[in-house]
């Protein structure tokens, strides 16, 4: 059976409107496709339905109201609406508990609430990061629960997300999108779909297996590197060297086919994907009897910066002699990652939490993140400016730098601090011109690494 229309008018169900689905949806409803967005959150529903957005990455508030405003986009919490499209994908949140193990249960409900609705003919496509053996294990029997055959009746192929907070909605129509289906039919449906509806090229792979593990391997791959820059920066550091200057130069250098490529150290990892992900990898290989040694030591690695950025803070208040419990510390940037509000596990929380202990006064300010979310986040509520935030501050720890900070004059800000102030840099990664004016308008400047 073929399991995607050959016709332009192609409809398309969005199970889950968090983060990944709220993206995906107002992506497919922008080009034109009429798509129906499926959450058991009532509320959520509510929100999206008089254009609310609660997620405030770049562009996505905006798109996400066109959509319902043009009548491209529709949102229901009924389950049965998803009959009438020609594609349904399955975006739900796939949590961690210790160790690794899957919590499922989103992904359980939506595949038996799905299973009954299902037509034959149509594509199902999971974005969800799951470990691998999943699709094959849980979720072809829930489907199949409705009554109809996967690869018979309908199509199925795995297609796992890959966006980075700040950068969603242009990675959507950039990236390559990976794809492995149930059988041969599932997956050229599948490529066909993302190639006809964004542009974007597919990646086949020979199983969904296959698929499962790229995208655990993409993040593994990433937490490896981010905890290599970390541990060359504190390297860097005992050697008196600059570690973004050692890494833009070993960056240059051919290996292979391609060229070195380490990324960038900073206050730590956060965010729903690399903190998760690598500890999935790490169960589902010891469920088959392989003890993985490295993921243990990289999350360890990464998880150990806050208390490193905290120390680094500390140490340049008392080399000016001060005290932290006499000092003020300004916290500029709250979110796991520059470009974005989000502070799902951000490490910028165990670091304030640090210097409160402490006993510093600490004052916050970001200008993406939410301020319910930060009060409850940090125990403490947003500063309303930046020179608030700044005033009579000993230290500006820049923990986030996001692009609407490129307009901060820094310079402009000596005068709200401290006579003696050192500015932390946690991950803007200011250029050697930049951190000479730092010091020439009489800041003291250290950065991780540097």
């Known amino acids: 059976m073929r399991f995607l229309p050959d016709r332009e008018d192609t409809t398309t169900a969005v199970i889950g409107l968090g983060y990944v689905g709220s993206c995906l949806a107002a992506t497919l409803a922008d080009t034109g496709m009429n798509v129906v967005g499926v959450d058991t959150d009532p509320l959520l529903v509510e929100e999206l339905e008089v254009g609310t957005c609660r997620f405030k990455d770049p562009g996505l508030p905006e798109l996400l109201a066109q959509g319902v405003s043009a009548g491209r986009l529709r949102v229901t919490t009924d389950y049965q609406a998803v009959s009438s499209a020609d594609v349904v994908i399955v975006a739900v949140g796939t949590p961690i508990r210790e160790q690794g193990l899957l919590m499922d249960a989103q992904l359980r409900s939506a595949c038996a609430q799905l299973g009954p609705h299902i037509r034959p003919g149509q594509l199902v496509i999971v974005k969800s990061t799951v470990p691998p053996g999943t699709m094959r294990e849980l979720v072809v029997p829930l489907l199949e629960a409705g009554g109809l055959t996967c690869g018979t009746d309908f199509g199925l192929a795995f297609c796992p997300e890959r966006l980075s907070q700040g950068a969603a909605l242009s990675e959507l129509r ?13 997956t050229e449906a599948a490529a066909q779909f993302w190639r006809r509806t964004i542009g974007v090229t597919p990646v086949p792979c020979s199983s969904m297996e296959t698929a499962e593990v790229v995208k655990l391997a993409n993040n593994w791959w990433v937490d490896h590197n981010i905890a290599l820059a970390n541990e060359l920066a504190q390297f860097c550091s005992a050697m008196g060297v600059d570690a973004i200057e050692v890494i833009k130069a070993t960056n240059a250098v051919p290996k292979g086919a391609g060229s070195v490529n380490v990324l960038l150290p900073g206050v730590g990892v956060g965010g729903s994907c690399l903190t998760k992900d690598p500890w999935m990898v790490w169960r589902a290989a010891r469920d088959k009897g392989v003890e993985l040694q490295t993921i243990a030591t990289a999350r360890a690695v990464n998880d150990s910066m806050p208390a490193y950025t905290a120390g680094l803070i ?10 932290p419990e006499e000092s003020r510390v300004a916290v500029i940037g709250l979110a796991f990652k520059n470009n974005t509000g989000d502070v799902r596990s951000t490490p910028t929380a165990p670091v304030v939490a640090e210097l409160i202990e402490a006993g510093a006064d600490v004052a916050l300010f970001d200008t993406l993140v939410d301020p319910a979310d930060a009060k409850t986040i940090f125990g403490v509520g947003l500063a309303s400016s930046v020179e608030e935030a700044v ?14 900070f490129e307009d901060l004059d820094l310079n402009a800000l000596r005068g709200h601090a401290a006579e003696r102030c050192v500015i932390v840099d946690g991950r803007a990664h200011f250029s050697a011109e930049r951190v000479e004016a730092l010091r020439a308008s009489g800041f003291v400047y250290r950065g991780i690494g540097r």
Not at 314 to 321: I, N, S, Y
């Open 314 to 323: 500390v140490d340049e208040l008392e080399k000016l002699g001060k005290r």
């Open 391 to 404: 005033e009579g501050a000993d230290c500006l720890a820049v923990l986030a730098w996001h692009r609407e």
């Open 174 to 186: 950039n990236l390559p999108i990976v794809v492995g289906g149930w059988c041969t039919a599932s």
